[in-house]
């Protein structure tokens, strides 16, 4: 007899601030029940998960959110502070309930200020519903999450963004790899010829490598995401392929590369085959794009057993595309393709929103702004004051649904003045909303970054990436037939994207570009859909602002 039945899975945790050295220099993370990263969740789909989390820190308030959950049904559980919940208080206890329906690499993060950065991260990894399979073999697996590292406190960070003259965090000191980096050493300081020191680290350390063991000739999943503030990544196995299988909790059509670009906030499974020389090492190596690299090589090892794991390889690490070199991540991108059989999107839209993200200045303070709108989160979340009808919690006004059609992409803006707002895009339940992400040149003249935008709530499909401004020719350049579902994509330099999903989830969800510092800075909107739909939201999830005062006061409801 077979049984099918979900499982609920409950978790204590307590989040707190606790010295660490994830490069080998002691610093304060963020940690959850002493760990750093904080613990890996493992669940089937279906399953429910119930993490009970308490806030051990003694200043600040904290939420977790649970990127790539959709959190279908539950909306108040999204973990985005003043938009689907209330800061939980030092000392106070929040309990996250949610489903985890779609199995896939996901990972949560802290969604208050830039505590992301400050280390508050750990993996979530949904497998399929028992009795299912995935649409591929594999004979042992491993995860990886990447991140960046300063050695500068978050709290510091985020002063210097928000002050005029504006202090940018200029590129991390370390990349970690499952938190574990090497900044005063490196691990293949033989194969450079500068003065950094080879590392002598017998294994135990905080910052030790964490080795990839493999036997020869098997398959490996292995499992990459990123949760970096601001680096774009490129990740390569030496001497080895990958095959592509999966992209944010979706499968894809397999395709095999030597290396591969992820952006904050995405999820991969690539597949690896162990058909190399079985008597030697492999590195697995992690560098900067998109930005001009400061920052060494992430590094750990490919073990094939029972060749000793402190055998170095005989050649250098891969080397990292150029990070300027655009072509070469647009290329992967373009090869991510939904696996057959996928849901495909709706042959047409029902409103399409252009949002123009561009550098801007507001009374001197630098700015990100979308639409010539800086976002500045209220003090009562959304999800409360929407369902309440709370009209003093925030910007009654809808914000803009396009920018002015002369605004010149490629230049630095005419007026880099902007404005901040809190309005949120209401959408219809149920109808298919288009978002055409426009990039544009930054403060500094032939300077545009990459942005990676990570959308709360549901998945979208990417119907293409191109360049310029958007304009009806490039309609029909748009794939209609097997576009990949994600939950974050690029917008390129001095480009576009175009993205489509369907507004069917009751709730009030973040819509922003996944660098910390862009977000600090005000890169982001909120979408809201069938609010009044919304089920009983719990009362820790309203604590704050006006929702706060209004259930404080004896009610009837
Ligand atoms: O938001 C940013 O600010 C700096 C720079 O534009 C100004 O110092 C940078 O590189 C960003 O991504």
Redesign the pocket.
Known sequence: QLSFAAKTRHFKWAVEYMFWAPDCQEHVVMGINGQFPGPTIRAKAGDTIAIELTNKLHTEGVVIHWHGIRQLGTPWADGTASISQCAINPGETFLYRFKVDKAGTYFYHGHLGMQRSAGLYGSLIVDVAEGEKEPFHYDGEFNLLLSDWWHESVHEQEVGLSSNP?R?IGEPQSLLINGRGQYNCSLAAQFSNGTTEQCKLRGNEQCAPQILHVLPNKTYRIRIASTTA?ASLNLAVANHKMVVVEADGNYVQPFEVEDMDIYSGESYSVLLTTNQDPSKNYWVSVGVRG?KPQTPQGLTILNYRPTSASKLPLTPPPVTPRWDDYNHSKSFSNKILALMGSPKPPRSFDRRIFLLNT?NRISGF?K?AINNVSLVLPATPYLGSIKFGLKGAFDQNSPPENFPGDYDVMKPALNPNSTHGNGVYLLGLNTTVDIILQNAN???AD?S?IHPWHLHGHDFWVLGYGEGKFSEKDEKKLNLKNPPLRNTAVIFPFGWTALRFVADNPGAWAFHCH?E??LH?GMGVVFAEGVHRVGRIPNEALACGLTGKRFLKPTKN
């Open positions: 504006f940018w601001l930005r550098q630098t990100w930054a403060l500094a300077v970054e660098i510092p862009h800075m």
